[in-house]
Structures are given as structure tokens and as C-alpha cells.
């Protein structure tokens, strides 16, 4: 299989697709506005008659558009994804992201026609792992954990017989995905069966009398941020703590950071990974035009044998600081 | 009858200390079932590998049934072979706790661990027909879930397995965060987690005490405690009830589950042992009630 | 000193508020076309609002000698500038430079990157705020030009240099 390096760019709104599939998306990635996806946030998504008017112009475009189904249903509420799937194939979509295995058997069954994708929600990183769904579901292509080296991705593209997704851009997650319960421990809502991440309902920002902020989840201050100090998402995974060795306050998991692999690119592409994956559906149709422009010129000066010359995303990061996290050396972890 | 099991023990503990704590696990404590083995790190696992045969001989021979756990990150070569290497046994039991586990097992007989993600009656459906006999649903389940998934998995002839007792796992990631915290990294750790065999406290900015680390997992800083709540999980269907191993006396904490599932202690009587024998800790149980996990919310109607 | 800080540290004098009074009094009939045009041309906004159709906004230009009071309510539409003295206790307040406040509107920005940079600031509803951008965000086009625009040739004018000197002041500001 030769890389077909496709860029796959978030959408979190119809005004946001058409920006993505105008900037040059090869493709585009949303969900409906329930449970059924991990960016459940508010105000955010699509209706069905939404994602209909949206694949339209995305197929017009030549865009393919990937439904995200990748929470985890609770037992007694698997309806809302099974009606979510059978929305999304009545609609046309060209592929599911799914993550729980209750419902890529449903999709495998019910509408076999659709490709399935794997999210990194299911957290396959081995070989062993992605065979597992290919062999049982028919999954044609996994989003790989943000927690592998390049080497390792191509060592696994090697043992695997479906088409490998990495993340390129965007928040750089540090929980294994689909295994964290951290937001569901501080607010009763859960990541897995809700599709959220520090929801917005229990985020308070207060500013202190000296301009610095604090950022509190559910009444926990999560990080306090001095009065010109960048700030980033108020997750727990990036907040600051104290420990018996850290006294002073420390980022126990992660500083606020966003992934930025431009220039690992062309490694990447020839590591065998067949598509790119740019995180942000919670992000602005100016994020959105921004970053799938500088990916999309990057790509094709790749492909054409030239030197990318990548635009300066930083702006538009996570505390404005970018990292390449595990892909390029494995000290990260 | 509700069976007892004792979960595999998260934290990196001495071979020493292991010995110990299983010999008394053996001798003295009524739970009916222990799982064994490294699931969180498997740098750790060489520490206490040679004592194994051993131990699993100790605790068969005082009749408990033990079950070996799988890593609950697969990703480096170890990582993968002591995936396989255990798939490939046959007696005892083996719990998985990552797909690379059930690509390895195939349809022979398993149990799936609460790494699993089985959430739903579908997903129990599904590992039921690949050879599931036995589940562990994921802690962060509320009632009615539970109840749903447990009556489905029932029907299908598996066990089903909630946990009951001590720190729930609520992350797991790539990087180790006690090496982080002491300024190195994964594989330069010298095994700082020794040093917290309960866990590595974090408080938040304004002094509360929140999570805690435990190598590449963050826990609960509370312990779970869904003791009041058992005679639910039992009308529920499920079989089996988790305890897992703190730096407690978890004999006495097994006889107190014993004992007030039996009917030998009152609901209230128990409950106020459980908090005295857990010390500092504070219990809580807002997952099963679908509030925040960290809460303890006290029971309708007890029963 | 970010801008923010500044402003907020500056009391207020009789003839300031004095001016700002009088300015709010001017802007308004501007205000109530603004909204009622863009709630006609753009009704599924309120359907991202949600709940929040109902929530008092405070939209806090620092620069500008008064404040905005937005409720989205398709009911009861209310834009209205306060002077910062007399405004009104809202559920959710979002305090920034006004052309970035603008910028944000029209998606020239993206408003997580201006939060980052802590060149925007937000109190109060966090989920309110997050319906809001959510609901503006999905709207094709631009509400600045849309708006310049009804008011014909001097209106576009009056914007473009709105944007050249919010250019020009961002710059000064980094060489400071």
C-alpha cells in the first residue's frame, strides 16, 4: 500500500467542513450533537439534517466525510448509536470512527458497505491489538495512539494489514484514550459514555486582585496561571499539583502544549502512514482554515518532490509551546 | 453465593512484601478468588516473577482459585511477549486486560479485565462468543448500567465482576509519572514507585487532595467503597466482588465484605469498620450513583 | 502590563463616565439594527445557544468607554451598551480588545488561541460562553461586513480604518 498521505481535518460545525473541505481537506471528520462522539461539547456538532447538506458539499468538493462514533455506550443506551450509524450510512457518509466493540459489531453487520476506522479511542498499540479489530470487524484503517515513536510506527505498519492514521496538529492527549475517567471523577460525567473532557458547564475561570487566573474544574483550582503567564485548556491532564517531592507545584502529567509534527512529515510519510489526522473540532473555522492550509501546501510540496516550507502554527497552540511529543524521542515518556 | 476476589496488586511492592501479604491473603482471608501479576508496568514485572509459581501454590493450596492478569498497556516488545507468553497457559485462569491479550487467547476460555471497556451488553455479546466466561465491567459504571450489562453477561453464562473496594484506576498513559515527578524518565525510572505503595498523593492548587500516581496510572485518591451497595449489585446479578489490595489490612477488610454480604453484620456496623480500617482515605462511591466518582453519597434507602 | 490589567486598574472619573453615558445613548438605535438583522439573517444560532438563549452576556471592549449587555433571547432580543459603572449583573462576561473581540466574531481568530494567550478573558457561565462562540462560529461569512455594510459606503469606510489602527495599536504593543 503506498501513502496516499491524506489530510483529515476537523469539523465541529457545517460552517467549519466547508472551511476544512475549501482549505483542501482530503477529508473530514464530525459527530452528531449527543453522546455518540468524544467532542460532545455544547453548541458544538451536527444535526442529521446538518451532516446531510454537509456531505453533499463535502462529496461535491471530491471531500470524504468520516462520521466519529467513538464513545463507549452504556449498557441500556446502545439505541443511540446504533440510530446514529444507521443516520450516518442512510446519509452517506464514507466511513465510521469507532472505538467500542459492541458497536463496530453492529456497523460490521448492519452496514457492512461502510469503512470502518478505528479510533485512537480503542487505544490499539500494537500490532497484536489493531489485528485484533482488523481480523474481527474489518477495520480498514487505525488512528494510532500519539504515544509511539516513528520507528515503532513503522515497525507495526510492517505486522498490520489495514492503513495507518496518525495525529499531526493539535491537542496533544496524554491518558492512554478511552481508558481515562479523570473528568468523570471530579464531575459525574464521563469521557467514555458522555464525550466530554472537563465540561464546560463545570469550568470556572476566576480572576484573582494581582490579574493572575485560576482555572477550577467542579471547585478543584486545577492551575493558576500568573497574570502574564500563557495558559492552556483547564483539563486535569494538564493541570498543576503539589506532591510530597514537588512542593512548589509541578505538571504532574503534562504542561500545556499542543502536538506540532510539520517538519516530522516526510518521515512520516515515509514511516507508511497513509493518513494525517488534525485535532480541533472544538477549534474556530479560523483554526480550521489556518492549520488545513499550512498542511495542505506542506503535503503537496512532499508529494511533489519539494522542500516543505511549513507556516508558523504556534499561535494557534496550547500555551503557545508545541512538542513532538513520542514520536521523535522516547525520553518523552 | 457472591463471591470475593482480591484484584492484582497495583503498586510495585517488594517481592518481600508480596510474599507476605499473599501468605496472609492464604492463611486468613475469606475471599475466594485472587488475581495475580503485573498489569500496570512491566519493567516491574522480573521483581517478583520467580515468586509466582510459588505464590499461586500457596493460595490453591488454602483452596482459592487464582486467576494471572495481562498488562493493561501493550506497546514494547516485553510488553507484547509477556502478552503472549501468558496467553498460552491453561491452568490457571488468565484475566485480559488488552486487546493484544484477546488476539493472542483466540476462543480459548478467559476472563476480560476492567481495562476492557465492557460497557454494554453488545460488547459483552461479542467477547462472550470469542470466549469470554467471565467479566469485569469498568468502575466507572453507574447503576443501571451495571444492572443492564450484568443481567445480559448472566444470561450468556459469564461471571460478572465489579469492584468494591480501594482506589480506582482513572488513567493509564504512555509516560511514567512518578519518574516524571522525581525529574527522570520511564526507562531511566530506578524505580522510584517503591517508594509509595500506596500511591503518590497529588493535591490541587488550593490544597486539596485529588489523585494519585502510580507509575504510568493515576488513581483515585479515594477508595472506592461500595460496600452499602452490595445487596444491589447482588439483586443485580452480579457474582463477583473486587477488592483491591491497599496498604490496609486487607484481611480484615475481606472479612467485613464477608461477613455483611452473608447478613453476620449490620449494613451501618460494617460501613463504620470499613472507614476506620481504611485510616485516613476517604471513601466515596459517586460513579455507581452517577455523581462525581470522588463523591460519597450516602444510600436512599438502605437495605 | 497586558491592556486588560491596565483598563481595570484605572478608576473611573466623573467625566468619563459622563462620556460614557452619552456615548451609549448614541450607539444605541446602531446596537438594536445590528442585532435584529443578524437574529433575522441567522436564525439557527439560537438553536447552538441552547438554554443559554436566556443568559445575560457582558461583552467588555477595554478600550471602549462602555460595555455591551447582549441577551440572546429570540423572544426579547436585548444589545445594549452600559457604561462600565452601571452594568448590569450578567451570567457570563468576555473582556477583550474590541477588534479582537470583532475578529473572534467573524472567526478571523481563534478565540482558544486568544484565551491561551490570555489576550482574552472570560468570567462567570463558562458553558454559556463556549454556546456563544460555538453558535457565532457557525455563521458563513462576516458579521463585521454585514454590519459595515448596512450602513452603506461610510460604514465599510469606518471599519477598514477600525482594522488598520487595532493593526497598527497590536503592533506598538509588541515593541513594548
Redesign the interface.
Given at each position: 500500500m503506498m501513502s496516499l498521505a491524506e489530510l483529515i481535518c476537523p469539523a465541529g460545525t457545517p460552517a467549519a467542513l466547508r472551511v476544512a473541505v475549501d482549505a483542501g481537506a482530503d477529508a473530514v471528520y464530525c459527530g452528531f450533537q449527543d453522546a455518540t462522539n468524544a467532542r460532545n461539547f455544547p453548541g458544538l456538532n451536527f444535526t442529521p439534517d446538518e451532516l446531510a447538506a454537509s456531505v453533499v458539499y463535502a462529496h461535491a468538493h471530491g471531500t470524504k466525510v468520516l462520521l466519529a462514533l467513538n464513545t463507549y455506550p452504556p449498557a441500556g443506551k446502545l439505541d443511540l448509536w446504533r440510530h446514529a450509524a444507521d443516520t450516518g450510512a442512510r446519509l452517506g457518509v464514507d466511513a465510521f470512527i469507532v472505538a467500542d466493540m459492541g458497536v463496530a459489531d453492529y456497523i460490521a453487520h448492519t452496514h457492512p458497505q461502510v469503512r470502518l476506522h478505528l479510533s485512537v479511542q480503542a487505544a490499539a498499540s500494537s500490532p497484536e491489538a489493531i489485528r485484533y479489530y482488523c481480523e474481527s470487524f474489518g477495520v480498514k484503517r487505525v488512528v494510532l495512539p500519539r504515544i509511539l515513536t516513528i520507528p515503532e510506527i513503522r515497525q507495526i505498519r510492517k505486522e498490520i494489514p489495514c492503513e495507518i492514521e496518525t495525529f499531526i496538529f493539535g491537542n496533544h492527549g496524554l491518558m492512554v484514550e478511552g481508558r481515562c475517567s479523570l473528568t468523570n471523577y471530579l464531575t459525574g460525567q464521563s469521557t467514555n459514555m458522555d464525550g466530554v473532557c472537563s465540561p464546560a458547564s463545570d469550568v470556572e475561570y476566576v480572576r484573582d486582585a494581582d490579574g493572575s487566573m485560576s482555572s477550577q474544574l467542579a471547585g478543584f483550582t486545577i492551575d493558576r496561571f500568573g497574570p502574564d503567564e500563557k495558559a492552556g485548556y483547564p483539563t486535569i491532564c494538564k493541570g498543576r499539583y503539589t506532591a510530597p517531592h514537588r512542593p512548589e507545584g509541578y505538571y504532574a502529567f503534562e504542561e500545556p502544549v499542543s502536538l506540532n509534527l510539520s517538519r516530522l512529515l516526510p518521515e512520516l510519510i515515509e514511516a507508511g502512514v497513509h493518513a494525517f489526522k488534525i485535532e480541533g473540532r472544538q477549534r474556530s473555522k479560523s483554526y480550521v482554515r489556518g492549520v488545513v492550509r499550512a498542511f495542505r501546501a506542506a503535503v503537496d510540496d512532499i508529494k511533489a518532490g519539494r522542500k516543505a516550507n511549513i507556516a508558523d502554527l504556534l499561535a494557534l497552540t496550547e500555551g503557545q509551546k508545541q512538542t513532538q511529543g513520542a514520536f521523535e524521542t522516547k525520553k518523552w515518556r | 453465593m457472591t463471591k470475593l476476589t482480591l484484584g492484582p496488586i497495583a503498586y510495585h511492592w517488594s517481592a518481600e512484601a508480596r510474599s507476605d501479604f499473599y501468605a496472609r491473603i492464604a492463611d486468613e482471608a475469606p475471599v475466594d478468588e485472587v488475581y495475580l501479576g503485573e498489569v500496570i508496568c512491566s519493567k516491574r514485572a522480573p521483581f517478583h516473577e520467580a515468586e509466582l509459581p510459588a505464590t499461586i501454590e500457596r493460595l490453591e493450596r488454602a483452596g482459592k482459585r487464582v486467576i494471572l492478569s495481562t498488562l493493561?498497556?501493550?506497546?514494547l516488545k516485553r510488553?507484547?511477549k509477556a502478552?503472549?507468553d501468558l496467553a498460552e497457559i491453561d491452568a490457571p485462569e488468565i484475566e485480559i486486560n488488552?486487546?493484544?491479550g484477546?488476539?493472542?487467547r483466540g476462543r480459548r476460555p478467559h476472563r476480560i479485565g476492567p481495562?476492557m471497556?465492557a460497557?454494554?451488553?453488545?460488547?459483552?455479546?461479542?467477547?462472550a462468543a470469542?470466549g469470554a466466561t467471565h467479566v469485569c465491567l469498568?468502575?466507572?459504571?453507574?447503576a443501571?448500567?451495571?444492572?443492564?450489562?450484568a443481567r445480559?453477561a448472566r444470561e450468556l453464562g459469564l461471571g460478572v465482576e465489579v469492584q468494591v473496594f480501594g482506589r480506582?484506576?482513572?488513567?493509564?498513559?504512555?509516560?511514567?509519572?512518578h519518574a516524571?515527578?522525581?525529574g527522570r524518565?520511564?526507562?531511566n525510572c530506578q524505580f522510584v514507585c517503591e517508594e509509595d505503595p500506596d500511591g503518590?498523593?497529588?493535591?490541587?492548587?488550593?490544597?486539596?487532595p485529588?489523585?494519585r500516581?502510580n507509575g504510568i496510572q493515576?488513581q483515585?485518591e479515594s477508595y472506592l467503597d461500595l460496600l452499602p451497595e452490595t445487596p444491589q449489585l447482588v439483586a443485580d446479578s452480579v457474582t463477583h466482588l473486587r477488592l483491591m489490595p491497599q496498604r490496609v489490612d486487607m484481611v480484615a477488610v475481606a472479612q467485613v465484605f464477608r461477613d455483611a454480604v452473608d447478613g453476620r453484620l449490620s449494613m451501618g456496623e460494617a460501613d463504620a469498620r470499613l472507614a476506620a480500617l481504611s485510616g485516613d482515605a476517604r471513601l466515596s462511591n459517586?460513579?455507581y450513583h452517577?455523581?462525581?466518582?470522588?463523591?460519597r453519597i450516602a444510600m436512599a434507602a438502605p437495605s | 502590563m497586558s491592556i486588560h490589567a491596565d483598563v481595570n486598574t484605572r478608576p473611573p472619573g466623573p467625566g468619563r463616565t459622563a462620556a460614557a453615558r452619552l456615548a451609549c445613548v448614541l450607539i444605541q438605535p446602531f446596537l438594536s439594527r445590528v442585532v435584529r438583522r443578524t437574529a433575522a439573517r441567522h436564525p439557527s444560532l439560537f438553536a447552538r445557544l441552547g438554554p443559554h438563549q436566556t443568559t445575560d452576556f457582558l461583552i467588555d471592549p477595554v478600550e471602549l468607554p462602555f460595555a455591551l449587555h447582549l441577551r440572546p433571547d429570540p423572544e426579547a432580543l436585548v444589545f445594549r451598551a452600559v457604561p462600565r459603572d452601571a452594568a448590569p449583573h450578567t451570567g457570563a462576561v468576555i473582556r477583550g480588545r474590541f477588534l479582537l473581540l470583532l475578529e473572534l466574531v467573524d472567526s478571523e481568530q481563534d478565540g482558544d488561541a486568544a484565551f491561551f494567550s490570555r489576550d482574552l478573558e472570560v468570567s462567570g457561565d463558562t458553558e454559556a460562553v463556549v454556546r456563544l462562540r460555538n453558535a457565532l462560529d457557525d455563521i458563513d461569512g462576516s458579521l463585521a461586513e454585514e454590519t459595515a455594510a448596512m450602513f452603506g459606503a461610510p460604514g465599510r469606510a469606518m471599519l477598514a480604518r477600525l482594522r488598520r489602527a487595532y493593526l497598527n495599536d497590536t503592533k506598538g504593543q509588541e515593541c513594548i
Open positions: - | 493493561a498497556e501493550v506497546m510488553e507484547r502478552t503472549e488488552n486487546a493484544a484477546l488476539f493472542a481495562f471497556n460497557y454494554n451488553e453488545a460488547t459483552i455479546g461479542w467477547m470469542q469498568p468502575s466507572e459504571m453507574p443501571p448500567a451495571i444492572a443492564v450489562a445480559a480506582v484506576s482513572l488513567a493509564v498513559s504512555a509516560r511514567c509519572y516524571r515527578a522525581h524518565t520511564k526507562d503518590m498523593p497529588l493535591r490541587s492548587r488550593d490544597e486539596q485529588i489523585l500516581v493515576t483515585s459517586g460513579f452517577g455523581a462525581a466518582g470522588y463523591r | -
